[in-house]
């Protein structure tokens, strides 16, 4: 059993407008919620009062915001309009602080096995100049495990500044890539920062995969929440779900299942 631990929904996982997913988030029993700053909250549209009126719907809901998504097209690693895409992503960390979280979410590329690889190194730049700013404004960015193993992640991480990043948890992506969850834990367990409650079937003879509701796949979420309380982990973990007929209704069996294994 793990205890203290924070579940929240990703609003998209229940395909409704976002405020009417705030109200069924509260409904269902969240603790709060992760928010998507491209689709759901657009930035180029969050002025100070709509920030303002934002936290006010969250306060009003008895929600809080676990962490915010800012997915980008192309990764770190990838030189064709990085400086542009960097300054976006500095500009969604000053928001998140100003939303009520500390974390971004997203991808970061591509993980060269080698080291001296050119884009190894523009990869460490660039998170080098986010860490940087996270530390200024508050808010750094959780990168998603999924097409790397989490030694390769790991890797990347100690080529860093300390704190530079963190890493946002999302067995889902391993699962599909043919990575272990179990084994990728032990790897990145002390940069975890936030957790994604997915789950996901692979054959391993055809390498065909597919997303499950959660605590029908691979993912083995009681023995991972075990490795994270290790870890010392006590913050959010937050539902997605997108391959559903049925989104709402298995988003509340995910809670039910989730609070039986952390009370």
């Known amino acids: 059993m793990v205890s203290n631990l ?18 069924t988030a509260a409904r269902l029993g969240a603790d709060g919620v ?19 009126q934002f936290r006010k719907q969250l ?9 915010v998504a800012f997915p980008t097209r192309r990764g770190y690693d990838v030189l064709e309009a990085l400086d542009r895409r960097i300054l976006a992503t500095q500009q969604a960390m000053t ?5 009520g979280t500390s974390f971004v979410v997203n991808r970061v590329g591509s993980v060269p096995p080698d ?42 991480i100690e080529a860093l500044p300390e704190q530079a990043i963190g890493v946002d948890f999302h067995p889902n992506g391993l699962i599909l890539q043919g990575h272990s ?49 290790e870890f010392g982990y006590r913050d959010w973990v937050t539902i997605e779900r997108h391959d559903s007929v049925d989104p709402i209704a298995e988003v509340g069996n995910a809670i039910a299942y989730l609070r039986e294994l952390t009370h």
């Not at 306060?59 to 962490?67: C, I, P």
């Not at 928001?95 to 939303?99: F, K, V």
């Open 6 to 23: 924070k579940i929240g929904i990703q609003t998209r996982s229940l395909r409704q407008p976002l405020k009417k997913a705030l109200q």
């Open 34 to 52: 992760e928010v998507d700053l491209r689709t759901e909250l657009p930035m180029a549209e969050l002025s100070h009062t709509s920030i303002r």
């Open 59 to 67: 306060e009003d809901l008895n929600l809080r915001l676990s962490a």
């Open 95 to 99: 928001l998140a602080y100003q939303l």
């Open 115 to 156: 080291t001296e690889d050119p884009r190894f190194e523009l990869l460490t730049a660039s998170l080098t100049a986010l860490g940087a700013h996270g530390e200024r404004v508050g808010a750094r960015i959780a990168a998603q495990t999924g097409s790397e193993s989490g030694e390769q992640l790991k890797q990347l």
């Open 181 to 229: 969850p179990q084994e990728a834990i032990v790897d990145l367990g002390p940069w975890v920062v936030h957790v994604h409650a997915c789950d996901a079937v692979r054959n391993l003879s055809g390498g065909q995969g597919a997303e499950v509701e959660l605590g029908r796949g691979m993912a083995e979420f009681p023995s991972l929440l075990g490795q994270l309380e």
